[in-house]
């Protein structure tokens, strides 16, 4: 699960910033990929009453688009990263980029070169940043749920930012998909994150909760996988306990 490059394109079509995050997609020349955006945008203004489109997925890629006065913002990710992780990215991105131009003037097709702007699309892109003003609240959650492995008290467990972001993970990776897709329903639908359960073909059980923060604005949602033998209700119960014993961390 990997995004792989941001670019920023002015109206015209030209690409003013291009930043790689991975060696996938480091060969490929951002002026011979922004004439398909510009194609995009074109047909999309000319054929469907100028909405654009947010998300194109293409063969297990996806690019997902913001427009923003004179500038349109994408990024490529694998199409498994969390729609609402990428979105909230790009989101963050049109703001340090809108401050960016209060203190610099960039002519129509220019290319933006700066260490600094550089630096900060990075800590945006990894979410690290928001991460590490909450390490050690997380580093404690994330050794609760090692230990509850380590007793086969549960198979595997994750933990979200409710924007998407993967805090930690022991989850099988399909289930880790289906997780992350779930929670992009439930948010793009109703915007509610109660409880949910579901069992596997192998009977195992998937349960997910939403864990408040006072102290924080947003919540976290964990993942908890239990074992085929452990009863639906004893399952509830457990998870009911992991959430106590997390907000008590908290």
Known sequence: MKIHSLFILNKNGACIYDRNF?????????????????????FSENVISQKTPEVL???????????????????????????????????TITKVFEHFLETNEIEDHEIIQSNEFDEKI?????????????????KKIID???????????LGAALFAINGKVIYTSLPQDILLSSIKELEIRFMVANEFDETFYSLENEQ????????????LEP???VVLFD???????????????????????
């Open 22 to 42: 991975t060696e996938d997609f480091k060969s490929i020349e951002p002026n011979l990929i922004t004439p398909f955006f510009s194609a995009i945008f074109s």
């Open 122 to 138: 990075d800590g945006i892109i990894t979410g690290e940043e928001e991460i590490t003003n909450s390490k050690v609240l997380y």
């Open 205 to 216: 059980k998937v349960f997910s909760k939403r864990i408040s923060i006072p102290w924080k």
């Open 228 to 250: 085929a033998g452990v009863p639906t209700g004893m399952a509830e119960v457990n998870l009911e306990k992991i959430v106590k014993n997390i907000e008590n961390i908290i």
């Open 57 to 91: 997925e293409m063969g297990g890629f996806r690019f997902v688009f913001q427009i923003k006065e004179k500038f349109i913002y994408t990024i490529l990710s694998d199409s498994s990263v969390s729609l609402l992780f990428v979105k909230s990215r790009l989101k």
């Open 220 to 222: 976290l949602l964990i």
């Open 144 to 154: 609760l749920i090692k230990s509850l492995v380590y007793e086969n008290e549960i």
